[in-house]
């Protein structure tokens, strides 16, 4: 008879251990949540946190990766409760901040309270600890069913189940009446041995670019000791220049020593800002492509690699490089910048 798998479920609060309250839905212990059908795994619960992922900030990105990896090597794979909210945001950090994960750490939460009689809390856990026995390092969500790389993932529903997809890649894994069928080849190779490397600047920013953008909002950010901003462009990168010219300012910032990036307010296909005028002013002004990056893999990269303390060049470099599988999954995607 084959032994359980040891499984450790980290839990950090959010929708899936909520409770009513007198301000409405906030998280409690996870402990008190019982999960038919997980009998299977030998489970171990650690309550680590116990905040709406809303809360859920760079220390506790910190906070998670250093429980994983020191908690790791007792367990088969670990599962990590959390909020729907932040999740993609924590799973794509993750994956920045453990490289060479030797298990599969898997993140998972639910759109209703595991009390509720509706809720999908159930199914998705049963998801995340299938992939967490499955052997397959890395870092992923599990939601609806279905697995994806953890910094290719992005919440897109509010409150609909199917609450999660992937972008520019197919998911890794889909559950049926067959169990969990995976795709291995869509799951990077793990680069060395697991460290953990969980620096992080919080001197970063994300902006939408309207139409009419005032350029001097862009400087504020310079003002305010901002050391990176991603700034999520239209269509295939496009940053306006007639009138009101936020290019100009954004070569301004990169003059200043901040690393800015462009990103498409597209979620699929990618960033090529080659194609037209508006995106190559932008590159002429040393501004970064993220490519096919999601808004959400490319933040926390770049807050990632601003935490290395690399030199200028460097920092750069390892920007435009697939380091994860965070970049590069599209078909459209030829390595454009």
């Known amino acids: 008879m084959n032994e359980k798998k040891r499984i450790l479920l980290i839990a950090t609060g959010g929708t899936i251990a909520s409770v009513p309250s007198e301000e409405g839905l906030r998280p409690a212990a996870l402990e008190a949540v019982q999960f038919p059908g997980c009998g299977q795994y030998e489970v171990e619960i650690l309550q680590l946190l116990q905040l709406d992922s809303t809360n ?35 799973a794509s950090v993750l994956t920045f901040m453990l490289p060479g994960l030797d298990r599969p750490v898997v993140l998972t939460g639910a759109q209703l309270p595991a009390a509720h009689p509706l809720s999908d809390a159930q199914t998705n856990l ?9 052997g397959a390092p890395g870092v992923f969500i599990a939601f609806d069913r279905k697995v994806f790389l953890g910094c290719r993932a992005v919440k897109v529903r509010t409150v609909g189940f199917h609450a999660f997809e992937s972008v520019n890649l197919p998911a890794v894994g889909t559950q049926s009446a067959y169990g969990l069928s995976l795709r291995r080849g869509l799951i990077p190779v793990p680069d060395g041995p697991c460290r ?3 620096r992080i600047s919080s001197q970063a920013a994300l902006v939408k670019l309207i139409p009419g953008a005032d350029p001097r909002l862009f400087r504020a950010y310079g003002d305010l000791g901002c050391r990176g901003l991603v700034v999520e462009a239209f269509g295939a990168g496009g940053v306006s220049f007639v009138r009101r010219d936020v290019t ?15 990103c498409s307010q597209c979620l699929y296909e990618p960033a090529n800002l080659t194609a037209y005028e508006v ?22 990269k770049l807050m990632w690699l601003l935490g290395q303390d690399l030199p200028p060049e460097a920092l750069r470099s390892a920007f435009l490089r697939n380091l994860h599988g965070e970049l590069g999954g599209s078909p459209l995607w030829d390595g454009q910048t």
């Open 56 to 90: 859920i900030q760079p220390e506790e990105w910190s906070l998670i990766a250093r429980c994983v990896y020191e908690k790791r090597l007792g367990f088969d794979g670990v599962v990590v409760a959390h909020g729907t909210d932040t999740m993609a945001y924590t």
């Open 126 to 134: 049963q998801c995340a600890f299938a992939m967490a026995a499955a």
């Open 196 to 198: 953990l490397e969980d």
């Open 248 to 262: 100009a300012e954004l070569r301004r910032l990169v003059e200043r020593g901040v690393t800015v990036a462009v």
């Open 279 to 300: 995106g190559r002013r932008a590159l002429a002004g040393g501004v970064l492509s993220a490519g096919d990056m999601t808004t959400e893999a490319a933040v926390t």
